[in-house]
């Protein structure tokens, strides 16, 4: 019995759970350090979230601690508001860092000491090679680099040229230090990797401090050393620097932090590049890096996804060892599933046409009670005024339904209910000049009132409504995909021949019903019948706007039979 709970338990876990329970088992360690590593040059996308839900996720689960450390060894792309941007995302998934806010700079002291101790080894030399006979001596993955003509340089001489370097005597390029490892190699990374770089440029927090910056490969893995990374999870396109990772810890003698890769998160009709979403901002194709259209986690954040479905999300995606695609149709899925029981549930109708209930007192207003939420009953009941004259959606009337018997919303003569309301039946209706609607006429059954219905009736079908007199009218932004391709990823050609065209349509006549006017930035509905919405930032005392964040499958199905 024990032995198949025990078994059952390994199956759920993922390889690196697996790792982990299997090195705490052993006593590797006493508990795990993992970090979230950004470099600070763009802002965060859900590809981010998903290896922050990882790292930060291990973490909580295993009691261990997980680092924020900013990866900022390239001065030229950083910038402050990148880092800001960044702690603001991950704060808002819900993780804390505590007062584990590192810097890679913060160690430049620390790494360009390693790097002086790894040329006193003779583990390391400078290179004077122009970048042109540098490709020339590299060879290829099947025939082996040729060694440059600086490469037996004694120990001596490269530490006084490193300092030289350091000290600012030489030319962005002039010089860089590389490991001495193997130039046969059939792993390029091997073949006598880079690992500083002279740049005269500053750096958003070391200032002019520094003319010489160590390249990924130096910073990273040293990094975790020095925060005592126990496991240094990253994506696959590291599994070919691991040699490297590995080569450099043992050469300088520091502690064992252990890389291992795990796939990205790729999402289809969707890219997660920064690269890719730099250019988009900058090209002015979206309206910033959190146009609610971005798969930024600035983005999804504005068009309404909350934390809590994108850690959902990001735990039925786990993690893979080979790259895939996922349906962004997926991400939807659990932000509908948390909406569902968060976001209040309000009348919005999206294409209002006129319903005037004829046998209504002229100026008779009578308060209706609606559920908030019925998956939850503590989100309590709002109070609509129900009037003479009221908006349905055009939608929900049709003056010849194709199938008739399958219609069960509006038409002549026709029964419906509106919801938390009465029991109407269409009398009449007027038609425009151009031949569309104008203004629908009808009768209520004053047995039906909902809660005190004494008549007995059953309709079919019920529709949503607002007051007119009292409606709130607000411009609503829908959005769809990004892109029409289905795999980013594959494409040769430029991104921007997948844009949709379509991908934001604006639509200011919807109409609300007025116990939202109080709405706050951020708050989030669900338009019965229609979707979840998300009151936008561009809202303004006049007029609020509404980023569509997800649309409802019809959860009135009754309404239309299928
Ligand atoms: P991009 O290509 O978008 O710039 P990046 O990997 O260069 O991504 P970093 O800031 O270096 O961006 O990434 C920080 C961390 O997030 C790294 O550990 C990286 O592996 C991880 N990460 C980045 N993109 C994804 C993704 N699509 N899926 C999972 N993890 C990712
Ligand atoms: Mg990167």
């Avoid at 040769?492 to 379509?502: A, E, G, S, T």
Wanted: net charge negative; hydrophobic share 30%; aromatic share 10%.
């Amino acid at each position: 019995m024990e032995e198949i709970k025990q078994e059952g338990r390994k199956e759920s876990l993922n390889f690196i759970e697996q790792m982990i329970e299997k090195d705490l088992a052993e006593g590797r360690f006493s508990s795990i350090v993992t970090r979230f590593p950004p470099e600070p040059n763009g802002y965060l996308h859900i590809g981010h979230a998903k290896s922050i839900c990882l790292n930060f996720g291990l973490a909580e689960k295993y009691g261990g601690k997980c680092n924020l450390r900013f990866d900022d060894t390239n001065p030229e792309k950083e910038e402050t508001e990148y880092v800001e941007s960044i702690k603001e995302d991950i704060k808002w998934l819900g993780y804390d860092w505590e007062d584990r806010e590192y810097y890679a700079s913060d160690y430049f002291e620390e790494l360009y000491k390693m790097a002086e101790f790894l040329i006193e080894k003779g583990s390391a030399y400078i290179d004077d090679l122009s970048q042109e006979e540098f490709n020339k001596l590299k060879g290829t993955p099947t025939q082996p680099g040729k060694p440059s003509p600086y490469r037996d340089r004694s120990p001596g001489e490269n530490l006084q040229l490193f300092r030289e370097m350091k000290d600012g005597i030489y030319k962005d390029g002039e010089r860089v230090l590389r490991a001495k490892i193997d130039l046969s190699s059939p792993n390029m990374h091997m073949r006598d990797p880079i690992l500083y770089r002279i740049k005269h440029v500053p750096h958003h927090r070391t200032g002019d401090e520094w003319c010489i910056y160590p390249t990924y490969d130096f910073a990273h893995g040293q990094s975790d050393s020095i925060e005592k990374v126990t496991h240094s999870l990253c994506t696959l396109e590291f599994e070919v620097h691991r040699p490297l990772y590995d080569w450099l810890i043992r050469e300088l003698e520091i502690y064992p932090s252990e890389q291992t890769e795990f796939a990205r998160l790729n999402l289809n009709y969707t890219v997660v590049s920064k690269r890719n979403l730099r250019t988009l901002v900058e090209e002015g194709r979206v309206s910033g890096w959190d146009d609610p259209r971005m798969p930024t986690i600035s983005g999804i954040r504005r068009r309404g996804f909350t934390p809590a479905a994108i850690r959902k999300f990001a735990d039925t995606v786990g993690v893979a060892r080979r790259n895939g695609v996922t349906d962004v149709a997926l991400l939807e899925y659990a932000v509908r599933e948390d909406l569902n029981k968060v976001a209040s549930r309000v009348f919005g109708i999206m294409d209002p046409v006129k319903l005037i209930i004829t046998n209504w007192p002229e100026d008779k207003t009578e308060m209706m009670t609606g559920k908030n939420n019925p998956e939850d009953e503590s989100a309590g009941t709002r109070e609509m005024p129900f009037t003479k004259e009221l908006y349905i959606d055009r939608a929900d009337f049709k003056e010849d339904p194709p199938s008739p018997r399958k219609w069960y919303r509006l038409g002549p003569d026709r029964e419906v209910r509106l919801k938390f309301a009465y029991i109407i039946k269409c009398t009449g209706f007027k038609k425009g000049d151009d031949g569309s609607i104008d203004e629908i006429y009808a009768e209520y059954d004053p047995e039906t009132r909902s809660g005190q219905d004494t008549s007995g009736k059953k309709v079919k079908g019920t529709l949503s409504w607002v007051s007119a007199p009292n409606a709130m009218n607000a411009e609503v932004r829908l959005y769809d995909r990004l892109f029409i391709t289905e795999n980013m990823t594959e494409i040769k050609d430029d991104i921007h021949n997948h844009l949709n065209p379509h991908s934001l349509d604006i639509n200011t006549s919807v109409v609300i019903e007025p116990s939202v006017r109080e709405a706050q930035v951020g708050d989030m509905f669900q338009f019965e019948r229609v979707g979840y919405f998300r009151v936008d930032e561009d809202s303004t005392a006049g007029k609020l706007v509404f980023n569509r964040t997800v649309t409802l499958r019809d959860t009135w199905a009754r309404a239309e039979k299928k």
